[in-house]
Antibody, heavy 120, light 107 residues
Framework: QVQLQESGPGLVKPSQTLSLTCTVS??????????WSWIRQPPGKGLEWIGY???????DYNSSLKSRVSLSVDRSKDQFSLKVNSVTVADTAVYYC????????????WGQGTLVTVSS | EIVMTQSPATLSVSPGERATLSCRAS?????LAWYQQKPGQAPRLLIH???TRATGIPARFSGSGSGTEFSLTISSLQSEDFAVYYC??????????FGGGTKVELK
C-alpha cells in the first residue's frame, strides 16, 4: 500500500533553514490527481497547513508562511521537500507530509510525522 | 481566509453513548473533512465531502451539515474512539484550514 515517510534533521538552530523530505512508496508521485502537502503541529496545539505541490511543480502556500517556505518535487525519487527559512522557536513542531486529493482538497493519507525542534 | 471554529473544546462521554461534535466556518465552504488524531499518531481521515466516510471507517461515524455549519456524530462511542477530532474546510483556493479540535474523553 502507499506510504509516506518524512525525513530530515530533528534539531535546527534559530535563523537557519529547516529542510525535510517526504518519500512516497508503493506508488509513483505522478500517478493520479494528487497534490502533496506539508502540515505542522506545534507541541500540544492544532494543525496548520503549510502548502502543497503537484508533480509538475505547481505550488500553493499558506499566506501566513509564504514568504519563508518553498516546496519542491523530485519525480525520479518519488520525493517532495519542504524548506522553511529563518526559523524561530515558533517553528518547533511535528511536521507531517500528506497526500492531498485534488479538486475539493482533503488529506487522505499521512506520514507518521517528524518532530523538528528549533533551539540554539 | 476561512476560520473554522470547533465546539466544544472537550467532550466527556461514556462508552456506548452518542457524541456530537460541531464545526462552524466563518464563510461558506465547499468541502468539509474530519480527522481523528490519537496521542503520538498522525491524523487519520474519517469523513470527506461533509458526509462520505473514508475507506475502512466504521458506520458509527457520520458527518452532516452544509454552508457554514457542520457536525460529526459518533453513534455509540467505543473505547478506541477517545481522541482529538479536527474539521478542515476549503473554499475555492488555499489555504486548507483546520479547526482547533475537539477532545473526546472518557467521562
Amino acid at each position: 500500500q502507499v506510504q509516506l515517510q518524512e525525513s530530515g534533521p530533528g534539531l535546527v538552530k534559530p535563523s537557519q533553514t529547516l529542510s525535510l523530505t517526504c518519500t512516497v512508496s508503493g506508488d509513483s508521485i505522478t500517478s493520479g490527481t494528487y497534490f502533496w502537502s506539508w502540515i505542522r503541529q506545534p507541541p500540544g496545539k492544532g494543525l496548520e497547513w503549510i502548502g502543497y505541490i503537484f508533480h509538475s511543480g505547481n505550488t500553493d502556500y499558506n499566506s501566513s508562511l509564504k514568504s519563508r517556505v518553498s516546496l519542491s518535487v523530485d519525480r525520479s525519487k518519488d520525493q517532495f521537500s519542504l524548506k522553511v527559512n529563518s526559523v524561530t522557536v515558533a517553528d518547533t513542531a511535528v511536521y507531517y507530509c500528506a497526500r492531498t486529493v485534488f479538486g475539493v482538497p482533503y488529506l487522505d493519507l499521512w506520514g507518521q510525522g517528524t518532530l523538528v525542534t528549533v533551539s540554539s | 481566509e476561512i476560520v473554522m471554529t470547533q465546539s466544544p473544546a472537550t467532550l466527556s462521554v461514556s462508552p456506548g453513548e452518542r457524541a456530537t461534535l460541531s464545526c462552524r466556518a466563518s464563510q461558506r465552504v465547499i468541502n468539509l473533512a474530519w480527522y481523528q488524531q490519537k496521542p503520538g499518531q498522525a491524523p487519520r481521515l474519517l469523513i470527506h465531502g461533509t458526509s462520505t466516510r473514508a475507506t475502512g471507517i466504521p458506520a458509527r461515524f457520520s458527518g452532516s451539515g452544509s454552508g457554514t455549519e457542520f457536525s460529526l456524530t459518533i453513534s455509540s462511542l467505543q473505547s478506541e474512539d477517545f481522541a482529538v477530532y479536527y474539521c478542515q474546510g476549503y473554499n475555492n483556493g488555499p489555504p486548507l484550514t483546520f479547526g482547533g479540535g475537539t477532545k473526546v474523553e472518557l467521562k
